[in-house]
């Protein structure tokens, strides 16, 4: 409680009226709380740290019963005074003008010039990564990547890196090992099976749970959930991980209508039971 009214003293008011309305609301809260607080400080000292903390409350209650009030009664009249300066002389006379910062054109061309080299460093590593996982299986050799995310940080000896193709997801880890980089296929996960996703951004994992399908010949088509876990390195990664999952779901669950698709009136609809028709 004490937290947030320190909160709500350091809040700037909007305008007059809301500076003496929250002037008046300190004063009341100020003298509710002291009252109050006398029964209130004890009981919630004893219920977080039991019999141990039960002076300290009782102290606070007491002292509280002529602070709080006080207090309350200097902030009500600061918000008043505050209120009468906004009433006359409004925002810009009491803060002054503030002063807008304006960029120099050569500043904008070196952030184009930046953002320009970054988009070749990127297109450059994402080549890259197209040879290297074509020279893993040769399963990907016509395999188109559009995007890569390294999940660890550039110092790391061992990194997992994850590629984005139109229909798939890939997480190839590389381990350095006498001045040379190994590289090897950790698990390939197709877009389409991701059936739910879960992000902790608190410990910047992510959980994918999707579907494996197992074909046999007497009993069909088997399906089993499974979970594969993204662990990334910082909030920032976790971020982009989550975006970068989330487009190329959407991406293939997008499907484009045929032009040519019309419904008529009283046609029997395969889509449900034949003893419904529309009308």
Known sequence: ADAKTLKRYSAKPLNAPNSMYSGFRELFTGTVRGLSGFLTDPVW?????????????????????????????????SRISQGIGLLCLGREG???????????????????????????????????????????????????????LDLDQIHSKKKNTLLFTRTNIILVCSSEARGRLKYFIRWNLECTAIKQMFGREEKFKIKLKYIVSFSTACCGVWTFP???????????????????ITLHRDQDNREEAPSNFAVERRNNLELIPRSYFLS
Do not use: M
């Not at 740290?49 to 002292?63: A, E, H, Q, Y």
């Not at 503030?98 to 930046?114: G, K």
């Not at 990334?232 to 970068?244: H, P, V, Y």
């Open 45 to 77: 000292a004893y219920q977080h740290g039991g019999i141990v903390d039960l002076p300290w409350g009782i102290v606070k209650g007491v002292l509280g019963i002529p602070i709080r009030p006080v207090a309350g009664f200097l902030e009500c009249s």
């Open 94 to 148: 009491i803060e002054g003008i503030l002063p807008h910062r304006v960029r120099a054109p050569i500043i904008f061309q070196e952030q184009v010039q930046l953002k320009s080299i970054a988009e070749a460093e990127y297109e450059a590593a994402l080549q890259k990564w197209k040879e290297t996982l074509s020279k893993l299986s040769w399963q990907y050799r016509k395999v188109e990547v559009l995007h890569y």
């Open 226 to 244: 499974n979970t594969k876990i993204i662990q990334c390195a910082t909030q920032d990664i976790f971020r982009k991980a989550n975006s970068l």
